[in-house]
């Protein structure tokens, strides 16, 4: 289970307001956040991730208090067991699509699960070439299989389809519900669209910006 309450000024369209999240997130769910822009969705994904600090609060994944204000706790990203997959993808472009997976690992890679996640996601032919030589859901495939390079326990997805098509878009959420059911992961997907939601969701939480 994942356990939030924390505080955190935000700028929103309306300007500056307080950001309250009090919440318990499942554990080996997928489950969507929504609501409208500027409620504080890659918010709370970046403070779980520990790239964004809270001004007051705990974060718990599992066991592990990874932030707690007044325990002055706060671990750093690449600690946290966790992947995370930005709305640009945010690929290297001087790495191939192998380097690009294993550069989530630590020193010591694991080639096998590098291996299986290429033919996973159908880039064994692309798996030399560099991101500017890739399409856009190919680019969106490299970067979830990065993100699980890590053998992470928690996936977060920020809006990670909705540059595409809908082709291209149907096709990579079944992607993604087969990661879930592959590796059993804990995905929080962030996401607007409500077809989507109703296809992928174990669970919904929505935000309204002002508390949740």
Do not use: W
């Not at 500056?16 to 709370?44: D, F, M, V, Y």
């Not at 993100?147 to 291209?168: F, N, W, Y």
């Amino acid at each position: 289970m994942i356990h939030i309450d924390v505080e955190r000024k935000i700028i929103s369209p309306e300007g500056e307001r307080l950001l309250k999240i009090k919440t318990s997130i499942p554990e080996n769910q997928l489950t969507c956040i929504s609501g409208h822009s500027g409620a504080g969705k890659t918010t709370l994904l970046r403070m779980i991730a520990g790239l964004t600090r809270p001004d007051k609060g705990i974060i718990q994944l599992g066991e592990t208090t990874v932030f707690d204000s007044f325990h002055k706790i706060n671990i750093p990203p690449q600690k946290r067991n966790l992947g995370f997959m930005f709305q640009d993808y945010a690929l290297f472009p001087n790495m191939t699509v192998e380097e690009n997976i294993a550069f989530a690992q630590s020193k010591e890679k694991d080639k096998d699960r590098i291996n299986m996640l290429i033919e996973t996601f159908g880039l064994t032919t692309f798996r030399k070439q560099k991101p500017d030589k890739l399409s856009g859901g190919q680019k969106q495939r490299v970067a979830l299989a990065r993100a699980l390079a890590r053998k992470a326990g928690i996936l977060l997805l920020d809006e990670p389809l909705s540059a595409l098509d809908h082709k291209m878009r149907t096709e990579l959420q079944d992607e993604i519900l087969k990661t879930h059911q592959l590796f059993h992961s804990t995905i929080l997907l962030v996401s607007h669209d409500e077809d989507e939601i109703n296809k992928m969701a174990s669970c919904v939480l929505y935000m309204n910006g002002e508390k949740f």
